[in-house]
């Protein structure tokens, strides 16, 4: 009952952010007035993908189902950057992550990081990204005692293609950490796990 409870709420939050996104996006238009200076909202996405790792004392591997928004917000003029062909931008990603093995559970935060993007080809960008996310994890484990506070440490690369004006796909692969950094106190081993992703985003 306790983590059909966790489902549905976990369902409800993806759904009013998915539905944020897409209101957004519709909104967003204006961007594309003029050359923008400072820090400027200039894409929207969502995304999912598979996640997979173990835990201590778990014979079955982890199977995680990422589930997400991503705003990414263009910072080139904050940092000099005129090339069009590169972007840096500051992301905010609220995820809901549904995960099973021996135990069932979720992973529910909101990530903050910078993602690079530089045009290989056109419409190709390969991107590479960095984030840090507070979250909750619903599951005791050993490694990190029980559940409760943690943070979603990731890093990652892939590649961004431009279907048509305004509109992308991407796909990648990031590396995960679990980690409460001794901010509460439990055992803090950490948790590892590798993860593909892939999704559909707006561009302004």
Not at 82 to 109: D, K, M
Not at 172 to 190: K, Q, T
Request: glycine share 12%; with cysteine; net charge negative.
């Amino acid at each position: 009952m306790k983590n059909m409870h966790l489902y549905r709420t976990a369902s409800v939050l993806f759904l009013f952010f998915a539905l944020c996104a897409f209101s957004a996006s519709v909104r967003a238009q204006d961007v594309l007035s003029g050359e923008k200076t400072g820090v400027y909202l200039n894409e929207i996405g969502i995304g999912t993908g598979y996640a997979w790792g173990a835990l201590k004392g778990d014979p079955e591997e982890q199977s995680i189902f990422p589930a997400f928004v991503r705003f990414g917000f263009n910072a080139n003029s904050l940092f000099g950057i005129r090339s069009r062909t590169s972007t840096l931008q500051f992301t905010l990603e609220p995820f809901v992550n549904a995960f099973s093995g021996s135990e069932e559970g979720v992973e529910a935060g909101c990530g903050l990081g910078i993602r690079y993007l530089q045009e290989v080809v056109l419409p190709v960008d390969l991107f590479l990204e960095i984030s840090a996310a507070p979250m909750y994890y619903s599951i005791d484990t050993l490694e990190q005692g029980a559940s409760g506070f943690n943070f979603l440490d990731q890093i990652g690369a892939g590649l961004q293609y431009r279907l048509a004006p305004g509109k992308a796909v991407f796909g990648g692969y990031r590396f995960r950490h679990i980690s409460h950094a001794h901010v509460v106190d439990r055992s803090n081993d950490g948790i590892n796990s590798s993860a593909l992703v892939l999704g559909f985003s707006w561009l302004y």
